[in-house]
């Protein structure tokens, strides 16, 4: 046996801005099917209380058969992912589990959302509201 090995490896990363504020974790439902989401994503809860990464638009059906309509559904900021996580392809799996960090402080351009046009300075406002706040900060290379 040896007397020291390498068990794992730490890459530091520039998410976490400040631990001036409290950061606190909680685990989510994420919904399968969206493929890999990085650490930083920014997760909304939706209405049928799984995870989807911000600027995603998911449809939620009203009624049964035929006269089902499709409206966007509502979402609401839940947190940052703490980890790279796989949701593979097939959107009829179980929810995957995974932990973000519901408050805290995160360099702006390391937190992650989806879609064209969007940014997280679109969900800002909302992030503040559950203790997520966004710093910019230098990079030094």
């Known amino acids: ?14 998410l976490i801005a400040s631990n001036e504020f409290p950061i ?3 685990g989510i439902g ?3 099917g969206q493929g890999i989401l990085k650490r930083g994503s920014l997760i909304m809860k939706g209405t049928d209380k799984a995870g989807y ?4 638009v998911v449809k939620a059906k009203a009624g049964e ?5 499709a409206s966007d559904m509502q979402m609401k900021v839940f947190g940052i992912l703490t980890d790279d996580i796989d949701t593979g392809e097939d959107n009829t799996a179980d929810n995957i589990p995974a932990v ?3 408050t805290g402080q995160f360099n702006r351009e390391a937190v992650l959302v989806a879609g064209e046009n ?3 300075d679109d969900y800002e406002h909302e992030m503040k509201g559950v203790g997520m706040y966004l710093l910019s900060v230098q990079n030094y290379e």
């Open 1 to 14: 046996m040896q007397m020291f090995q390498q068990v794992g490896e730490f890459t530091p990363d520039s």
């Open 24 to 26: 606190l974790k909680e």
């Open 30 to 32: 994420l919904k399968a």
């Open 53 to 56: 990464i911000a600027g995603s």
């Open 65 to 69: 058969g035929e006269s089902a309509e």
């Open 100 to 102: 973000a960090y519901l």
């Open 118 to 120: 969007v940014s997280v």
